[in-house]
């Protein structure tokens, strides 16, 4: 991948930020959760009143389920349902959901009441969909309302007057547990939902890479057979403008016509041949020796004041042809990025060394530099590493991460183990090295997972009889 398609692709961190995901969530979803609480509420009072004979106020906590429901029809009925709530709307929506739930524990004795656990619902809510700040004031509510709930509420009774309550140690307890469960479900809702819009932003951020990559490649097929196919009408043209100018020497008006359609001919003839070649659509070029393929991934960083050396390992022994390589685009590219990331931070040596057996192919890329950060050698891979690999490299930029990810998931996506390891340099000595002594990565593929197959092209025909 050439630098201007890496910075490209680096900006797609940006397409999804996290300060607009509070914005993502329609006001229909909003007022559907809504109704759903509604009719569980409905439910507990009238069976804690019908069948379990419990002396409610029950004006009261009707009045209570009415204002969300009033709510609810009010917010239907002046909004579109495709509505996308703003942040501070979903911190108020979610903030009265809150009260409103307080307000009918408070009638239903407090934190005696068993669905007191509930109050961390709206929390768990925010901590999925809104930002950090937004979290911190609904979840700060929450604890808030907890604590006044556990002194302050009407006492739940039968209808005999005999008073239902729980001893004070379980009264804390639930206190206790429903302030742990905010704090734990809040941290532990925003951490997995930051990780999982991470990884949904990079995995896009890898499809438009892959994406781009196959229409060039087929962008390059269509010019290949736009030449082929044109290939013929240009030489009949150009045939035949050549027998007319024989023919139009003693015209000399004609003969200039004659002579430009020839010209135009060759002029288009000449265009074609530096789009394409009709080479370019034949099937020997879906396949390649693993060289050749490490030859392409490493070209357009051939020029960038690194040395790239690629060679087959000493190893590599026992009389085993090289593999043949589907070029798939996958393959290309993750190899690309691999040694892009190894330029950048190399000192002034990048090595490339392949080497095969009957069962797997391995691809080794190593540098001069200073390797990985030991703290972050586990990490390598995941999207979005804000914190700095290695020193800085010579051109002042400073990764993301994004990269790594990107070559990752697309050689893995082919079959690929990837490892990430260091030489012995590691950031111990700022003496420039000429062996591979900084990061190492290295790839194993199955056979064959990307081995072509060998009859790919099908069998000679004998056309003699």
């Known amino acids: ?31 559907f959760i809504r109704w759903v609480a509604i009719s569980g509420q409905l439910a507990a009072i009238i069976i804690a009143y019908q069948y379990f004979d419990l002396a409610l106020d029950i004006s009261l906590c009707f009045f209570a389920v009415g204002i969300s429901a009033l709510a609810n029809i009010t917010a239907s009925l002046s909004f579109p349902e495709s509505k996308r709530l703003s942040e501070l709307e979903n911190v108020f929506m979610i903030l009265f959901d809150l009260f409103q739930l307080a307000f009918l524990l408070y009638l239903t004795g407090g934190l005696n009441n068993p669905f007191s656990f509930l109050l961390v619902a709206p929390v768990v809510v925010s901590a999925a969909a809104l930002k950090r700040q937004s979290t911190i004031i609904i979840g700060s509510a929450a604890i808030l309302i907890v ?12 209808q005999t007057g005999k008073l239902l309550s729980i001893p004070d140690i379980f009264l804390f307890g639930n206190w206790i547990a429903i302030i742990t469960g905010v704090v734990f479900l809040a941290f532990y809702s925003t951490r997995v939902t930051s990780e999982l819009n991470t990884m949904s932003d990079a995995l896009f ?9 196959q229409k060039l490649t087929d962008l390059g097929g269509i010019v290949a057979a736009a030449a082929h196919e044109l290939g ?11 027998e007319l100018i024989e023919e139009l020497r003693d015209f000399p008006e004609l003969l200039e016509d004659a002579l430009l359609i020839r010209d135009q001919a060759d002029r288009c003839g000449n265009i074609l041949n530096s789009m394409g070649s009709t080479e370019k659509d034949d099937l020997q ?21 690194i040395t790239i050396e690629t060679k087959i390992s000493d190893d590599h022994k026992g009389g085993i042809d090289e593999p043949h390589l589907i070029r798939r685009p996958e393959i290309i590219h993750g190899l690309r990025n691999m040694i892009q990331n190894a330029v950048d931070f190399a000192t002034s040596k990048v090595w490339v060394e392949s080497s095969w057996t009957k069962e797997k192919i ?3 890329i190593a540098d001069d530099g200073y390797g990985y950060p030991v703290n972050l050698l586990g990490r390598l891979g995941d999207p979005f590493l804000t914190a700095k690999i290695g020193k800085q490299n010579r051109q002042g930029y400073e990764g993301m991460g994004l990269g790594l990810f990107i070559a990752k998931t697309l050689l893995e996506r082919t079959g690929a183990k990837i490892s990430f390891m260091n030489g012995h340099r590691n950031q111990a ?20 997972k990307v081995e072509s197959n060998a009859n790919l092209f099908g069998e000679n025909q004998n056309f003699f009889i």
């Open 285 to 305: 070029m879906h396949q390649a020796l693993l060289a050749e393929i490490i030859r392409e991934a490493a070209e357009p960083h051939s020029k960038r004041g």
């Open 429 to 448: 000595s700022n003496q420039s090295k000429v062996e591979p002594s900084g990061a190492i990565v290295e790839i194993n593929w199955p056979r064959n």
């Open 1 to 31: 991948m050439t630098q201007s398609n890496a910075i490209m692709i680096e900006s797609n961190q940006d397409l999804f930020p996290e300060s607009k995901r509070g914005e993502w969530i329609r006001l229909r979803t909003m007022i």
């Open 232 to 242: 013929t009408p240009l030489a009949t043209i150009k045939l035949t403008s050549s």
């Open 205 to 213: 951020a890898t499809q438009t890479a892959l994406s781009r990559e």
């Open 362 to 364: 391995t691809i080794i």
């Open 147 to 158: 604590t006044l709930l556990s002194s302050f509420y009407v006492p739940l009774e039968n």
